[in-house]
């Protein structure tokens, strides 16, 4: 499915606090939430139907769990073993960072898109 940037953005913005989204002011995108992936998580994300082009945001819905164990799976292995794992290496992952990058900001913008679809008739 296609979702409209601008409508994303404008959701984001109203519902920023209540999502816990940190967005910029100057450049309110919630893309940036996926712009700091790795090129090889960029390319998974994109093979599971999450990536951005042009004007909109594809997403799979049915591809949800799948990136979902992923993004935690990078986390867990951060958190478990204070380092690098086997899918850090597979994905091009270095260090702390990565885990915000390829983790945790992921799973923000992920839960901003199925509220959005959630709640997309009500707002």
């Not at 995108?29 to 004007?55: I, Q």
């Not at 799979?60 to 290496?89: K, M, R, V």
């Not at 992952?93 to 799973?107: I, P, R």
């Amino acid at each position: 499915m296609k979702i409209s940037i601008a409508d994303l953005t404008a959701y984001a913005i109203a519902h920023d606090e209540r999502l816990g989204l940190v967005l910029d002011e100057n450049d309110p995108n919630p893309t940036y939430y996926l712009s700091e992936a790795t090129p090889l998580f960029s390319a998974f994300l994109r093979d599971h139907g999450l990536y951005v082009d042009g004007d909109h945001v594809h997403y799979d819905p049915t591809q949800h769990g799948a990136i979902e164990l992923q993004c935690n799976a990078f986390i867990d292995e951060y958190d478990d073993d204070g380092g690098p794992a086997d899918s850090w290496t597979q994905f091009g992952l270095q260090g702390d960072d990565d885990v915000d990058y390829n983790g945790g900001y992921v799973l923000v913008f992920l839960e901003l898109v199925e509220d959005f679809l959630k709640n997309q008739s009500v707002t």
